[in-house]
């Protein structure tokens, strides 16, 4: 049985690759945008082609922005002297959430793995020891998840840092092993990092 034309196929299949997403719901989410299209698909189109073009990350933190610097590195109340290490940009925006980290962020883009030969060369981090040798940083929050390669990566950053006279502290109850920032609600995120502990 015939489902609409080559190009709503397409679409449908383009939709189900993103994470979260099936055939399934990729179909009911094309199907309601092509029943609104003069409203919500006209302006999806437009914001995607925008984002498309003008989307970086920012220079300072690596979160995803539309200028060389992020709100959150722009704003001058965050310099407070703290940094939130993330794996990714999705486990900031969900520390954002909670809204009870007043801080700055560094987004790795990964975790070490020796399996992948992802190395701390590969990953923000010597960006992040000489952010906190350069900014007066008095404490860097290393919320990387509970993984192996997630704890690995913590340890190395723990011992980097260990000669430059920073507090480093990590996440505390409430993050279960193998549990990812990202799948986490609100109340666990905010009780885990009210609650980090020195490492």
């Known amino acids: 049985m015939a489902e609409g034309s080559d190009d709503i196929q397409a679409l449908v299949a383009l939709m189900a690759r993103l994470p979260g997403l099936g055939p399934r719901s990729a179909r009911r989410i094309v199907l309601a945008l092509i029943r609104k299209r003069s409203g919500q698909m006209v302006q999806l189109s437009q914001l995607l082609d925008r984002v498309a073009v ?29 940094i939130c290490v993330v794996e990714d940009v999705a486990d900031l925006w969900a520390l954002e959430r909670g809204r009870v980290f007043g801080g700055r962020y560094h987004v790795l883009g990964g975790t070490m793995s020796a399996l992948d030969e992802v190395g701390p060369e590969d990953l923000g981090i010597p960006t992040l020891v000489d952010r906190v040798c350069r900014d007066g940083v008095t404490e860097v ?40 920032l990202d799948y986490l609600d609100d109340g666990t995120i905010s009780a885990a990092l009210r609650a980090r502990r020195r490492l």
């Open 54 to 82: 003008n989307s970086r990350e920012c220079l300072t933190c690596g979160n995803i922005t539309d200028r060389d610097e992020c709100a959150i590195c722009a704003d001058p109340r965050r310099a407070n002297g703290e």
């Open 141 to 180: 929050i290393l919320a990387l998840n509970a993984t192996v390669d997630g704890q690995t990566t913590a340890h190395y950053i723990a011992e980097a840092l260990a000669g430059s006279g920073v507090v480093v502290t990590g996440l505390a109850q409430g993050v279960p092993i193998g549990g990812e």
